[in-house]
């Protein structure tokens, strides 16, 4: 409980404007555009034991409130469109403060990875990364990556998002690796590939687990899936998804598999879960599905990254989902 002021009546005006402020740390971590300056900032900010309680109570409350929406529980329609910001708030307080600790606990170690990394985009931002030995990298949206080049070789961690690696024929061999894979290049010889990692499914997602999928654009790449694992050669036109849906080596459309670097997004028979996914790296806020039945769904089309909302709604319209929004930035779909 607050110190009284001089008057002996409780500070709720300092209450309200602390809980604020962990509000908006709460969101400013979840956007997508947090920075290592920030990540420092709110260390500072939580070493006063009552600005670090509020910022565990609105993590916890954050969290409770995405398995609140997007439960396995389904919701009418009308459910959806009765709850208020503040009937969801008290649905989500309701569960207790318990798992609030270990929730804020969780959300800076988790990010700190990427929010530390040497080369990190945010939400909507695409940048190119020039580094020595002729080597181009370019990070997509909400993208993390960390990276070590010298003599004795180039080694590379994909943290969040995806990139798109250009070697030259010159140098060391390059190895990248995110989750459980990694990759190597051939030394002397030119190669061009892209790697994707998403978070896991399951718990192994909430405590920082990554799946990847990585393709071969040119050249040849070899790929260990996991440490001890057989690897596999892949070449031009060549992907391999690494994870509990792994598949084997597979086709691709190289001209469409980064699409992003031209300004679109290209999905074919692709599922909503993974469309929704590539959406929020693009757009301000989150998109939520709401229901399994939803997030299986099929998507295929060409959008503009430049026109999220847009997109959403077309694929809205296209499936014949049912919309609602909390605030300017949270929107559920079912």
């Known amino acids: 409980m607050s110190a009284p002021d001089p008057q002996n009546r409780p500070s709720a005006d300092r209450d309200r404007r602390v809980a604020q402020e962990a509000h908006a740390w709460v969101v400013r971590l979840t956007s997508g555009a947090a920075t290592r300056e920030d990540a420092e900032a709110l260390a500072a900010w939580r070493s006063d034991p009552e600005q670090d309680a509020a910022f565990r109570a609105a993590a916890g409350l954050w969290k409770q409130a995405g398995h609140a929406l997007a439960g396995s529980a389904p919701a009418s329609r009308g459910d959806l469109q009765a709850m208020t910001r503040r009937r969801m708030l008290r649905r989500v307080a309701a569960g207790g403060i318990a798992s609030a600790s270990l929730a804020a606990s969780a959300t800076l170690a988790l990010r700190w990875p990427v929010l530390n990394a040497a080369y990190r985009t945010g939400t909507g ?50 190895t990248l690796g995110a989750g459980q894979g990694r990759l190597v290049t051939e030394p002397g010889r030119p190669a061009e590939f892209i790697v994707r990692c998403r978070p896991s499914e399951g718990l192994s997602g909430w405590v920082g687990g990554l799946d990847a999928d990585m393709a071969c654009l040119s050249g040849a790449i070899t790929v260990v899936p ?63 599905l709401a229901s399994s039945a939803a997030a299986a769904r099929r998507v295929t089309g060409i959008f503009h990254l430049a026109r999220p909302e847009e997109a959403l709604r077309s694929i809205r319209t296209a499936l014949a989902l049912s919309e609602v929004r909390l605030g300017d930035r949270l929107v559920v779909l079912r």
């Open 226 to 288: 996991a440490a001890g694992a057989q690897p596999t050669r892949l070449t031009a036109g060549e992907e391999i998804r690494i994870g509990p849906d792994a598949r084997g080596v597979h086709p691709i459309d190289v001209a469409h598999a980064a699409a992003w670097r031209r300004g679109l997004l290209v999905f074919r028979d692709t599922p909503l879960s993974e469309v929704v996914d590539d959406l929020n790296r693009y757009r301000p806020g989150r998109i939520v």
């Open 125 to 174: 931002e695409i940048r190119t990364v020039a580094l020595s030995g002729g080597i181009r990298i370019e990070l997509d949206a909400e993208t993390a990556l960390d990276a070590r080049l010298d003599d004795e070789g180039h080694d590379m961690v994909l943290h969040a998002g995806s990139v798109a690696v250009t070697v030259p024929a010159s140098g060391a061999a390059l």
